[in-house]
């Protein structure tokens, strides 16, 4: 026990109110999860990946600050923009743990993103004039199509079931 009035130490970090932690600034996982719109599974996925943090009561409960749900909330954001789980944990490595990041933290870090967005912006836009292109052009044909496989390996084998061949005569 501690020596602040019987109180456990790990307890102190929060404040107490007649001898009851005060958590009054952080949330539980059930309360973050409604919040955010991510269920309990993907929050301690986020957790054991070092996305997001929590705080442990005495009866080692998760407890979040509220900050963390402007974490999830860019976690979600750039997961919808295409960036993997490891990006964005670099990105989330260098903004603070032990309080609300700044706007100018949010903003160095979007900065950071930048190049990478404006190239997927490109080849979104690409994709989208081929496709405009491609609708309604009858080429029927894999080989002149711009819009082609090109890391389909059996294409390459020729129309037909090539699978089925035995492999002496050209199939898998």
Not at 64 to 92: C, D, H, K, M
Not at 111 to 125: S, Y
Request: glycine share 12%; aromatic share 6%.
């Amino acid at each position: 026990m501690g020596n602040r009035r019987g109180i456990p130490p790990h307890w102190w970090k929060y404040g107490y109110r007649d001898g009851v932690p005060k958590l009054a600034d952080h949330l539980t996982i059930g309360q973050v999860a409604r919040r955010s719109g991510v269920p309990h599974t993907a929050l301690r996925f986020y957790e054991d990946r070092g996305l997001i943090f929590a705080e442990r009561t005495a009866g080692n409960q998760r407890r979040y600050p509220r900050s963390v749900l402007r974490r999830i909330a860019f976690i979600r954001a750039a997961q919808r923009v295409g960036l993997t789980l490891e990006q964005i944990g670099e990105a989330l490595a260098t903004l603070p743990h032990d309080h609300a990041p700044t706007k100018a933290d949010w903003a160095r870090l979007s900065r950071g993103w930048q190049d990478e967005l404006d190239a997927r912006i490109d080849a979104l836009q690409r994709l989208r004039d081929q496709l405009t292109g491609c609708v309604g052009c009858g080429c029927l044909s894999l080989r002149t199509c711009s819009l082609n496989n090109p890391d389909d390996q059996i294409a390459a084998l020729g129309p037909g079931a090539p699978g089925l061949k035995p492999r002496a005569e050209g199939g898998l």
